[in-house]
């Protein structure tokens, strides 16, 4: 399985950035998918969360209002639209898949899903 993250970047305080996260050697429609961030010295925390078919999403209070998470299983990827950024925001972000078609707030928020992707990074300047 290869999770394989791109859009990071470098960007200004409020602006824009679109993360996507495309997967391989699953059965994409089978898996919850999610992204995470980590900040340097800061634990990993997720940020959002989709079932399989994108039906049910949740957001972090960071998050919410400003970042959408979608999916497209037709292309085996997921999304992370973000607007508003500001420096809290920087960080690396990885996505992540598990196996269960639902969210389990267990799994997620333990970060015990299956899958990782290698991160990528987003540079928010002020």
């Known amino acids: 399985v290869q999770l394989q993250a791109s859009g990071g970047g470098l960007v200004q305080t409020g602006g824009s950035l679109r993360l996507s996260c495309l997967a391989s050697?699953?059965?994409?429609?089978?898996?919850?998918a999610g992204w995470f961030r980590q900040a340097p010295g800061k634990d990993r925390e997720l940020v959002a969360v989709t079932n399989w078919d994108g039906t049910y999403r949740k957001y972090e209070k960071m998050a919410e209002g400003r970042f959408t998470i979608s999916r497209d299983n037709s292309r085996n990827t997921v999304i992370l639209e973000m607007h508003s950024l500001n420096p809290d925001d920087t960080a690396v972000y990885y996505c992540?898949?598990?196996?269960?078609?639902?969210?389990?707030?267990?799994?997620?928020?333990?970060?015990?899903?299956?899958?990782w992707g290698q991160g990528t990074q987003v540079t928010v300047s002020s």
């Open positions: 050697g699953l059965t994409f429609d089978d898996h919850s």
């Open positions: 992540a898949m598990d196996k269960s078609a639902a969210v389990y707030d267990s799994i997620w928020y333990q970060k015990r899903v299956d899958y």
